[in-house]
């Protein structure tokens, strides 16, 4: 199979307005939507710039009631990017969100003010804005979609959405895929930032000679992403070829980049050699620029690295002194605006720029340059990077390169709890898990995860540069953690928050930290689907073996106990909480490693059909089910479950179940199911061949 991957449809909402077209006008003109706010300085005792109050009621397509405004604003994006692609697509679609905080904002204030006495009225506003809340309500524009996932990477979240539906374009999984990220700025944002002195009090400058930090925003962006072939066909006009893209993580620091931009470098390379480009036909860069000092100046180091020291072309530009630094949105709004530069043949500036220290970088005005091909980079908390390549729409729709997905194998897969001597309700300490050094300020969820990463790696064949992804499935996170964050800030004031908590409490946190700890080079990101998560995650894995993302990848779910999560399962869902904590995970290759090595025959998502049992002892087993449908289990013999997860591990558990069956020879061929919000996820295994 040979396709390229087409843009059809953008859509964009940020402190600048709504409308892609429009928002990219006000850039061009150099206008700066952050504003200075003295009352937020104040209260923070940190300087900060937010932006204005967003048009959201007066804006086409207006949210939902009862929607997060983190859902509303990707809601506005979506419609703005459907509308814009037109015509409904033949084959299957897709969906996909990146966030950092989703709906936070609307849960803080019951988090802060929590009650020791936690019944359902307390509970069931504070989870109904989950983190994978805006593709639960994108059905309401999009109908029912093939497949869909929610990812969060810190502030690459939006870029690595974008890459991961690029992937299921090019493997032929979906025909037309949405992707895009959404954020919306919140207390915990405002308070994580200012206690790590990132914010600058008179707005971010990025790459000024005198920055001294960055603005914050929110907004959304949205892309239609389509087989190019598809969009030919139907007659869509093609707005860029998105040739090319790379994800990986730096390894290095949960919040500094790592110095001299290595893997931005390496990710920049591997973008280009993607889209079959050499590094002189890049005319234009959308930077990541923060500006922050360590990052802008990674930033330009790695430029350097692909386009020789000192270089004058490709000219750069970062939109974030303009709509401030968006999180999670940040890398699909920098998308659309760098796939608005290549078809307008027109450069975005660098609004703030009052001392430039490198000829590469574009001034406070706009530069008229008709480009072959862009890049946008995004960069996130834990090293987690994302590097895209558009280029102009001419030539074959056709992929330069035959493509197929590869088989995938679970080479690996195992289970951690508490040993006799220990604690059922309580992660022990790092120090009996990890390597006490190497996990030094690891909350427990960081812990579980990296101690299950270690362990699926152990004796495993691995090349140098460790390229292994690595997929953490989460629904709600450690909350209470978040609860004592919220609590400290109101009773302390904001100056007594501890600003190495902050990382740790984005969702992300744990995948970024295991990387760290592990050395893992490959994609990294948690995933979530409420009490699918687990299972969202090990399709994360699959596909990013599958579909040459990486030569390796880990799905990990964890069972932490916490306190409030467990509550609100039990709430919302009817799952009982879990009796000890524990962790499980699965390492996916595309080769099998051993005799215990299992084949992944097929997986996806479809609205109760599962694939057809097998001649042979055919077992299927349930994880979570939120009871919204019955699945069609056929010729399966459905094997109980044993309840020993709460909502953050039961799919994880399952699969485990499932997997060791096989290899007990107890089955020939396994199911596993998670029922949510209507849909089903399912991962159908079988015994691999003899190698």
């Known amino acids: ?27 061009l003109a150099s206008s700066v939507a952050v504003q200075n706010r003295a009352e937020v300085q104040e209260r923070l005792g940190a300087g900060i710039v937010s932006l204005a109050e967003l048009p959201l009621s007066s804006a086409d397509g207006a949210g939902q009631a009862g929607a997060s405004r983190t859902e509303e604003l990707g809601l506005l994006a979506l419609r703005e990017a459907h509308d814009h692609a037109g015509s409904a697509a033949q084959g299957p679609v897709g969906l996909v969100w990146g966030t950092t905080t989703g709906g936070l904002r609307e849960t803080e204030l019951c988090l802060a003010n929590l009650a020791d006495e936690r019944g359902a009225t307390e509970l069931a506003p504070l989870f109904a804005f989950p983190i994978s809340g805006l593709v639960s309500r994108s059905n309401r524009i999009l109908g029912s979609v093939d497949r869909a996932r929610t990812v969060c990477s810190a502030c690459s979240s939006g870029a690595l959405a974008i890459a991961l539906g690029a992937a299921w374009v090019r493997g ?31 707005g971010g400058r990025p790459f000024d000679s005198e920055r001294a930090g960055l603005s914050l925003g929110e907004g959304a962006g949205c892309l239609v992403l389509e087989a190019g072939d598809a969009a030919v066909r139907r007659g869509a006009s093609v707005l860029a070829w998105l040739d090319g893209w790379a994800c ?175 604690d059922p309700r309580n992660v022990p300490d790092r120090g009996a898990l990890l390597d006490k050094d190497r996990s030094r300020r690891f909350d427990p969820l960081s812990v579980l995860v990296s101690a299950c990463a270690e362990r699926c790696l152990e004796g495993v064949p691995l090349e140098p540069e460790r390229p292994i992804g690595l997929f953490h499935g989460t629904a709600f996170g450690l909350v209470s953690r978040a609860q004592r964050f919220l609590d400290r800030a109101r009773r302390s004031g904001a100056s007594r928050v501890p600003p190495l908590d902050f990382p740790l409490l984005l969702p992300s946190a744990p995948s970024g930290n295991a990387s760290i700890y592990a050395k893992l080079h ?57 009796p000890v904590w524990g962790a499980a995970g699965q390492l996916v290759q595309r080769v ?21 049992a097998p001649e042979g002892r055919a077992v299927a087993f ?60 399912f991962t159908l295994f079988g015994k691999a061949p003899p190698r």
């Open 622 to 681: 349930l994880g979570g089910n939120d009871r919204s449908l019955e699945p069609d289990f056929g010729g399966w013999a459905l094997s109980a479950v044993q309840q020993d997860s709460s909502i953050e591990g039961l799919g994880a558990f399952a699969i485990e179940r499932c997997l060791t069956a096989l290899r007990r020879e107890e089955a020939d061929c396994g199911l596993v199911v998670d029922v949510v919000e209507g849909r089903c996820l």
């Open 522 to 578: 490959g994609p990294a990101a948690a995933v979530s689907r409420l009490v699918a998560s687990a299972h969202a995650a090990l399709h994360a894995a699959l596909e990013c073996v599958s579909l040459g993302e990486a030569p390796h990848a880990l799905s990990i779910a964890t069972e932490p106990l916490d306190e409030i999560s467990q509550r609100a399962g039990e709430v919302l869902f009817g799952v009982a909480p879990a």
């Open 248 to 422: 990986g993580a730096e390894a290095f620091h949960v919040t500094q980049p790592e110095p001299g931009g290595n893997t931005p470098a390496r990710l920049i390379r591997a973008a280009l050699s993607r889209a079959g480009l050499e590094s002189s036909r890049i005319g234009y860069v959308n930077a990541h620029g923060t500006g922050t000092v360590r990052n802008d100046d990674a930033e330009i180091e790695a430029l350097e690295r692909v386009f020789e020291a000192g270089f004058a072309s490709p000219r750069v530009s970062s939109c974030k002194a303009q709509i401030g630094h968006t999180l999670g949105a940040a890398g699909a709004l920098e998308a659309v605006f760098s796939v608005l530069a290549l078809s307008e043949g027109c450069l975005p500036p660098n609004a703030r720029l009052a001392q430039s220290g490198h000829p590469s970088l574009i001034g406070r005005a706009s530069e008229r340059v008709r480009c072959e091909a862009v890049i946008s980079n995004s960069f996130g908390f834990g090293g987690m990077d994302a590097v895209l390549c558009f280029a102009q729409p001419d030539g074959d729709p056709s992929g330069r390169q035959e493509f197929s997905p590869a088989p995938v194998f679970v080479s690996k897969s195992l289970v951690i709890g508490p040993s006799e001597s220990q």
């Open 592 to 612: 099998p490693l051993d005799e215990d090595s299992v084949q992944v025959l097929d997986w996806g998502e479809s609205d109760g059909g599962l694939p057809g």
């Open 172 to 202: 032929g999984l979906c025909e037309r895929v949405y992707v895009g990220g959404a954020d919306a700025l919140c207390a915990t944002t405002l308070l994580g930032f200012g206690a790590l002195g990132l914010l600058d009090p008179i």
């Open 1 to 27: 199979m040979s396709v390229r991957v087409a843009v059809t449809g953008l859509g964009a909402v940020c402190g600048l307005g709504a409308g892609a077209r429009s928002i990219f006008d006000s850039l």
